[in-house]
């Protein structure tokens, strides 16, 4: 399976996988960007792409930005779907409580492609009845 990446700006660089059998493609920044605490940024990627039909790509977090520098995908997962063809970005918050730098070449995200499953939807009634029920949050006695 491909996925077709268009750079759209020269200094753009094209994911990749820093490992062999990692899930995510690794996307990088491609401005200098400064976040402060409390605060979001937009962050170009200089990439669009062209997704294998029945496939979507998910927009995640890096770990290590979270760990070390409170930073994460407001949106997580962020979701691009295969028809859109337009620019790369993603949408990054500082929960932390010091300004970040996001810098030219950065990692800023992983992109992950993973498949989607089409439903017919039909409009009912009644739902079968589950153990569960209509328990939600904290239903099963765990805050």
Not at 75 to 84: E, I, L, Q, S
Request: net charge negative.
């Amino acid at each position: 399976m491909k996925l077709k990446i268009k750079k759209l700006a020269e200094s753009a660089i094209v994911p990749r996988y820093a490992h062999i059998n990692d899930s995510g493609l690794d996307l990088f920044s491609i401005e200098e960007s400064e976040i402060p605490s409390g605060e979001s940024r937009l962050i170009h990627t200089g990439i669009s792409i062209e997704l294998p039909d029945g496939t979507e790509a998910l927009v995640r977090p890096r770990s290590g930005l979270a760990l070390k520098h409170q930073i994460t995908v407001l949106n997580t997962p962020g979701t691009v779907d295969a028809g859109y063809r337009g620019e790369i970005a993603v949408i990054l918050i500082n929960h932390g409580q010091h300004s970040f730098n996001v810098t030219k070449g950065m990692k800023i995200a992983q992109m992950v492609i993973a498949p989607v499953i089409y439903v017919e939807v039909e409009e009912v009634h009644s739902l079968t009845h589950t153990s569960r029920g209509t328990g939600g949050f904290g239903s099963t006695g765990m805050i």
